[in-house]
């Protein structure tokens, strides 16, 4: 191994790769090494008092050969100082900023799985009680539809937030509410009128319906289906839109429950519609709804990242779907969605956890430092640092035991939203 390489601070140029040899809690930076981009980081890196700093020259992007630097076997040059100066009050007040910034969105996630506990709970109880009280129980759906829409449209700065596994609330309904969810951020997106928005919502919660009528060998069997089984499986489409006329709800909520599993280039099921003898709220439920299943689906070895899923649906399976409501999904939940594990290009590993639907290439991570304790983890704002940036996607089960265990990837993918704290 090389010895390492000091330079003293007047000698940092930019270009130059430092490696900050002390804790986070005492720099500013969001990591300890990193690349010199400019002249603000230049003289923050002067002003924290050391007598030299470590910088990799493999990973500079300069040819500056430096002048050495007394390690701490020689002795000090005369007047020179070993004890850093105290450091500029600037300093402090950034990291105090970087420490609230952390807080307010800690609270804004926590408050986004308060919220899905709440509306899974309900999406629960009303889907019981549909088939006993029709009335009552699509009245409070619209409720619930309309309380989240109305919250949509009216924030314009909106940040959609991975929840933590305690979030997602009774998993049967998991992912009813994670359709509905997501199905509504895209409709926002697309700038359809509220009527629309709120159809799109209550289609998107009772899209499988008619799987209650599914028997439950069938419905929960953990291998493959049989041809019957999967015959079976499909008449839930049918079976749901029947079911929600019955009940009263809209013609269109059940087209788009008739409709949800049908495919833009005629493969889907159950009628082999095609172009536009598919319903725009069908396509909105259909798209979400299978990206949904990919990120969750019924057996564990298919599961696949929120990255892997939106890969897979542009690259490969673009044809089911609407290209510009898929193309618009791509630019709500980012190219690294909430759930994302990633390397970054300073090196660290992180996972997305929070994206604002109109700053999709800037989301908020959750980054592995060993040195910070887990529930203290650091959140990276990306917007806040345009030095850094996400270099490639990474699968969780490559990840070495420490970082999995520190970034806790979610067994279920799970989403909700809030007012995004950093808008102006």
Not at 132 to 145: C, H, N, S, Y
Request: with cysteine; hydrophobic share 45%; proline share 7%.
């Amino acid at each position: 191994m090389e010895d390492p390489v000091y330079v003293e601070p007047a000698q940092l140029a930019i270009g130059m790769f430092v490696i900050l040899d002390l804790s986070w809690l005492e720099h500013p930076f969001s990591f300890n090494s990193f690349l010199i981009q400019g002249e603000d980081q230049l003289a923050t890196l002067r002003g924290l008092g050391l007598h030299r700093v470590r910088i990799d020259p493999l990973r500079s992007q300069l040819v500056l050969p430096p002048t050495p630097v007394p390690t701490s076997a020689d002795p000090p040059a005369p007047g020179l100082p070993l004890a850093r100066d105290p450091k500029p009050q600037v300093i402090l007040d950034e990291k105090a900023l970087r420490s609230e910034r952390n807080r307010v969105l800690r609270s804004s996630i926590a408050n986004a799985e308060k919220q899905a506990v709440k509306a899974a709970r309900l999406v629960r109880q009303t889907t019981r009680q549909l088939l006993v009280e029709p009335a009552k129980a699509t009245a409070r759906v619209i409720e619930l539809v309309t309380g989240i829409a109305d919250s949509l449209l009216g924030n314009s700065q909106m940040m959609v937030h991975l929840l933590g596994d305690k979030g997602v609330g009774d998993a049967s309904y998991h992912h009813s509410l994670n359709v509905a969810v997501l199905a509504l951020v895209l409709g926002k997106a697309m700038e359809v009128d509220a009527d629309t928005l709120r159809a799109i919502g209550v289609a998107a919660i009772f899209h499988d319906l008619g799987m209650a009528e599914v028997p439950p060998g069938v419905r929960l069997k953990s291998g493959a289906l049989t041809q019957a089984e999967e015959a079976l499986m499909r008449e839930h489409c049918e079976v749901g839109a029947r079911m929600a006329l019955r009940c009263g709800l809209p013609e269109a909520v059940a087209a788009a429950i008739l409709q949800h599993h049908e495919r833009l280039d005629g493969s889907g099921y159950p009628y082999h519609l095609s172009g536009g003898q598919i319903g725009q709220i069908a396509r909105v439920v259909a798209i979400v709804n299978h990206y949904d299943h990919l990120c969750n689906p019924p057996h564990a070895a298919a599961v696949v990242t929120p990255y892997e899923a939106l890969s897979t649906m542009f690259a490969r399976n673009r044809s089911w779907f609407d290209t510009a409501m898929l193309a618009r999904l791509v630019r709500v939940l980012g190219v690294y969605p909430p759930g994302s594990i990633v390397q970054l290009s300073s090196g660290a590993t992180g996972m997305v956890v929070s994206v604002n639907s109109t700053r999709p290439l800037q989301p908020m991570l959750m980054v592995y430092d060993a040195r910070i304790p887990k529930a203290e983890a650091l959140i990276l704002d990306l917007e806040q640092t345009p030095e850094i940036s996400i270099t490639k996607a990474l699968r969780a089960g490559a990840l070495p035991p420490a970082v999995h265990e520190y970034l806790s990837p979610r067994k279920r993918v799970a989403y909700y939203f809030g007012e995004d704290t950093r808008a102006d």
